[in-house]
């Protein structure tokens, strides 16, 4: 079974440039996740879609960050413009179904903003 | 405010020892999962052990177990005959308000030869 998979794998930016990132779940997954790992610390969610509906943007920036899964399988999150501060890796990972379920992982998109 | 806290920033242990990582979280709800998951150096998060809620029995998975103590909302990893390979950063999850799970920030543990 194919894994999670995010492109690029790295990004550097320079501020107030904007970016984008990719991922492809597993075959089958409603549930899609971004998260932001700032370095030394745990993955923080930003967004999470059930098929292309969004549950929960919470604690995604909204003035700057953007995501969308318009047909219930891949995903974009994008960014702009950034800033310093967003550089972190963002990890994005997928699960059959809500909260119960485990969540896979993709390898991540590592930016650093300049 | 922090809902899971993992109070070892950093742990060692000597290859073949027995090791455990603790952590303790803050959920209301009644039913849930919670997970231990790995993170090698510059490779990708991948699960190593979850324990549903609602049963009292602790989750093992050969060399990794758990000891959950719902009413204290404990839930420690522990890891028997360590190997240079679970070098990695282990961070422990929980749901929390509507969030799946939030994830505390990691204990980095290095295996020893």
């Known amino acids: 079974e194919a894994g999670v998979a995010q492109s690029p794998r790295y990004k550097i930016i320079e501020k107030r440039q904007s970016v984008a990132f990719w991922c492809n779940p597993i075959s089958g997954h409603a549930t899609l996740y971004w998260y932001q790992q700032i370095l030394g610390q745990g993955p923080k969610l930003l967004i999470q879609f059930q098929n292309n509906g969004v549950v929960d943007d919470s604690q995604l920036p909204k003035d700057r960050f953007s995501a969308e899964r318009l047909k219930g399988v891949d995903s974009t999150l994008k960014i702009q413009p950034a800033k310093l501060e967003d550089s972190a890796v963002y990890l994005c990972a997928s699960s059959f179904g809500g909260g119960l379920y485990e969540q896979y992982f993709g390898p991540g998109t590592r930016l650093t903003v300049t | 405010a922090q809902t899971v806290t993992q109070s070892q920033p950093e742990m060692s242990v000597q290859e073949a020892e027995t090791v455990t990582l603790s952590c303790t979280y803050d959920t209301s709800e009644s039913n849930y999962y919670l997970f231990w998951y790995k993170q090698p150096p510059s490779r990708q998060m991948i699960l190593v052990i979850r324990?549903?809620?609602?049963?009292?029995q602790n989750a093992t998975e050969n060399r990794f177990s758990v000891n959950f103590q719902k009413a204290a909302k404990s839930f420690s990893l522990k890891i028997s005959d360590s190997q240079l390979g679970d070098t990695a950063m282990y961070f422990c999850a929980a749901p929390s308000g509507n969030t799946p799970l939030v994830f505390g920030k990691g204990t980095r543990l290095s295996v020893i030869a």
């Open positions: 324990q549903e809620a609602y049963k009292q």
